[in-house]
């Protein structure tokens, strides 16, 4: 791949999330040439993992199937995936980019019919449903997935497997002598949109999700909810299998502690009063979902939201931080601990199902980032310097709405910089 699809006049964005295509669209559409990296085979991150979006319920599809459209119909953007920045350098209209382009094996002749797929044996675990299932080990990430182009799993790379998709294809996709590369990118802005990940549940202890099998996290709730999740929609126990009809939502699970995460992550509340209505909508009126909180943090629109679900005869609240769960070896009932701060009272409450509302925290870490960016105690970006901005969860813990909003912000400022750049080089 060439390094020279990019110059001091373009915008490099760091991420393929909603933030991510926000951004990258809204300079475009301006007629600034725009890099889109995504490290991951297909673009729409952590937003195509959701079941419903709050509060209208609707799916995900809807906002990143109007985004794909305008991405297609725009010359002006240009889409790697599976394209990891590692490292940015420079100043202000001056900046080199490292990325790390991984091999996926198969080529843009690639048709999404699936042959590679069906001649293959081996399973991988599922990143999209958070390894709730596996999957062949040539796959399609999703239904929705952009571009719609198979990936082979390196692990069957110079095997049986590899060889049998290579000889089912018929168009001849399959490349399997793709090589890892780097390349440098020089450009003139760059909007991190980089976006968040599920804070590790095994490492809040007293709630056991290493040693419990109905103890499960927010994010892989929203994939079993899923038609297309590992249970076909249906809330099971993993344990057992058994119908879930009583759950309880664990507010604040790494969020809030100086041990864990010292930040509120701002949307786990409404996730938790989303995904009551998805043990309603599953069960009808013999649902019984329990949110175990501090406080309920729903403000502007979002409060009529939790006014609604606090109508529903279905929910319980507990203002209670859960102190420990256990899980009963013969029922499989998860017992949540704790004392209730409303009446201080004991309990020891069986349910089905345990969900933990996870915390978010930013994914940049890890990236070796210039001097100016400013990290805050959370490792959000405070301040991107002169040429760099960010977006979306990249800066904090946002719901979509709000983090197109802060995307289309720092996207009208990276094309502030390329505009003085461009006068700059003229003068
Ligand atoms: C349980 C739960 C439920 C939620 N439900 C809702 C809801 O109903 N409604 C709502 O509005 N919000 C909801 N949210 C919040 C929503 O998920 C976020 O607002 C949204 O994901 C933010 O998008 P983003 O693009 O900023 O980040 P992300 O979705 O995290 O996207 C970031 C992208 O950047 C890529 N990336 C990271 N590092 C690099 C790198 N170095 N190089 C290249 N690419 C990189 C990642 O692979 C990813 O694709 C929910 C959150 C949780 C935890």
Redesign the pocket.
Known sequence: MSASIATSQTILV?????????AALEAAECGKQVIL????PT????????Y????KMCH?TCGLEINLRRLKGNRNVRVLTM????AISGTRGDYTAT?KIAPRYVNEKCTACGDCSKAVSAEIPNPYNYGLDKMKAAYLPHGMAYPQRYVLDPSIVGTPDGEAAKAACKVGAVDLGMQEEMIELKVGAVVW??????YDAAKIQPYGYDRFANVI???E??RMCDPHGPTGGRILRPSDGKEAKNVAFIQCAGSRDENHLRHC?R??C???L??TQYVREAWGDDAKSTIYYIDIRAIDRFEDFYRKVQQDATVGFVKSKVAKIVQDEKTGDVVLHGVDTEGYNRYATPHDLAVL??G?EP??KG?KLPEDIVLDSSGFIETAGEGMFS????TN???????VQ??TAASLRAIQVINKTAGTEAA
């Open positions: 760091v991420g393929g999330g909603i933030s991510g295509m926000t990296a995504e490290k991951l673009l729409g991150g952590r937003t195509a993992q959701l419903r979006y709050f509060p995900p394209a990891e920045v590692s990325l949109a980089t976006g968040w990940k599920p996290t927010s994010v709730f929203e992550s949307i786990c409404m996730a938790s989303k995904q509302a996870v978010m994914s940049i990236i977006a979306g969860c990249a813990a946002l719901d979509v709405n709000r983090a802060n995307a």
